[in-house]
């Protein structure tokens, strides 16, 4: 049975806060909420977990992909696969009003070559749906 879920972490601006966030946190935050959310609907096994990661959120997708494996031993979760869909960053740009894709916090606009983006995607990490048996 799949179930659709939109639970959002928004990770913090500051690029020294996200450099600290650790993937087992993270991947230990998913089981629980992918848990929950199973046992809520009568959910006894979940087979696969489907998150969406910014990239500029910092986390390691090899990293959090290993940490997950770990951190849903002895749960529901044990075994489940976790598919990780990356999300582009983009930002808007206070000058010309352009929304534009981004490699980094620190991305000068690519249009007008001004220093004030706003990111509107990119920083988070959103468990979208699991899959699990009854």
């Given at each position: 049975?799949?179930?659709?879920?939109?639970?959002?972490?928004?990770?913090p601006n500051k690029s020294a806060i996200v450099k600290?966030?650790?993937?087992?946190s993270l991947a230990m935050s998913i089981v629980e909420?992918?848990?929950?959310?199973?046992?809520?609907?009568?959910?006894?096994?979940?087979?696969?977990?489907?998150?969406?990661?910014?990239?500029?959120?910092?986390?390691?997708?090899?990293?959090?992909?290993?940490?997950?494996?770990?951190?849903?031993?002895?749960?529901?979760?044990?075994?489940?696969?976790?598919?990780?869909?990356?999300?582009?960053?983009?930002?808007?740009?206070?000058?010309?009003?352009?929304?534009?894709?981004?490699?980094?916090?620190?991305?000068?606009?690519?249009?007008?070559?001004?220093?004030?983006?706003?990111?509107?995607?990119?920083?988070?990490?959103?468990?979208?749906?699991?899959?699990?048996?009854?």
């Amino acid at each position: 049975m799949l179930y659709r879920l939109r639970k959002d972490f928004l990770l913090p601006n500051k690029s020294a806060i996200v450099k600290s966030m650790h993937e087992m946190s993270l991947a230990m935050s998913i089981v629980e909420i992918a848990s929950n959310a199973a046992r809520s609907q009568g959910g006894k096994i979940i087979n696969h977990v489907e998150v969406e990661v910014g990239s500029l959120a910092g986390v390691m997708e090899e990293a959090l992909s290993f940490c997950f494996a770990a951190a849903a031993q002895d749960s529901i979760a044990a075994g489940a696969t976790l598919k990780i869909i990356p999300v582009a960053a983009k930002a808007r740009c206070a000058d010309c009003g352009e929304i534009q894709p981004i490699d980094s916090f620190f991305d000068n606009c690519p249009r007008c070559q001004g220093h004030q983006l706003e990111i509107i995607q990119g920083r988070e990490l959103h468990v979208l749906s699991i899959i699990v048996d009854e």
